[in-house]
């Protein structure tokens, strides 16, 4: 029973181009999303979040969208950089309790020149 | 300022051997996780710690995984005669109580031959 979903597992965009990496979920309890960003060798590195209060949160090149209706998020980098490419993982959790954070399975974005 | 830090970055070991992995929180950090991330797979919640509650130890998959956190800080995921399921990447995460966004480690890969 996968929770969270990240159907894509690969993705090809070219730099300067808009990268959309899309996640859904299951569980409607679910109440604050993170994306985090993984390179080989290294541990996930915290890019952006949400709270279910909001549709959407930007920070720099990067926005989230939520669509609670739709169970479903979508992370947006724009202009896509070649320092982008790397395996992304949406994560949601219950942000009352212990916070245990539910994964997708990942997309790698690879950033073209 | 220092992130999460953890050790050994790999370990290799034999069937049945006992293993032994470490992780330095962000200082002030009170919330703990362990997570693991097998072959092909997404990242699975194991352990949790929250200041001197009991852990929530929901996410170990089976009587041979166990952790501690010392004086509030430090803390060992011990794997008790190691099976070559046991192959992964073990990933040590901090956050602020509350605060909803986990800081992780680079992570250590274990390899059970």
């Known amino acids: 029973d996968q929770q969270v979903k990240q159907n894509s597992p690969s993705l090809s965009v070219q730099e300067g181009r808009i990268s959309i990496l899309n996640c859904d979920y299951t569980n409607s309890m679910f109440d604050y999303f993170l994306w985090y960003k993984k390179y080989p060798a290294e541990g996930p590195t915290f890019l952006i979040s949400i709270s279910s209060i909001k549709d959407k949160n930007e920070d720099g090149r990067f926005t989230v969208f939520l669509n609670k209706s739709a169970k479903h998020l979508s992370l947006h980098i724009v202009p896509s950089q070649p320092g982008d490419s790397a395996v992304y993982f949406c994560?949601?959790?219950?942000?009352?309790?212990?916070?245990?954070?539910?994964f997708g399975q990942g997309t790698r974005l690879t950033i073209n020149p | 300022g220092a992130g999460v830090s953890q050790s050994p970055s790999n370990k290799v070991t034999e069937k049945g051997k006992d293993v032994e992995l470490r992780c330095d929180p962000i200082s002030g950090h009170t919330a703990l996780y362990w997570y693991r991330q097998s072959l092909g797979q997404g990242l699975e919640f194991l352990i949790y710690f929250q200041g001197n509650s009991a852990p929530d130890k929901s996410g170990l998959p089976s009587d041979r995984f166990s952790a501690e956190r010392t004086g509030g800080s430090v803390s060992t995921l011990t794997i008790q005669r190691t099976q070559q399921e046991d192959s992964a990447v073990y990933l040590c995460?901090?956050?602020?109580?509350?605060?909803?966004?986990?800081?992780f480690g680079p992570g250590t890969r274990l390899t059970v031959l």
């Open positions: 995460a901090s956050s602020l109580a509350g605060s909803g966004t986990q800081y």
């Open positions: 994560a949601a959790m219950i942000i009352q309790g212990a916070q245990k954070l539910v």
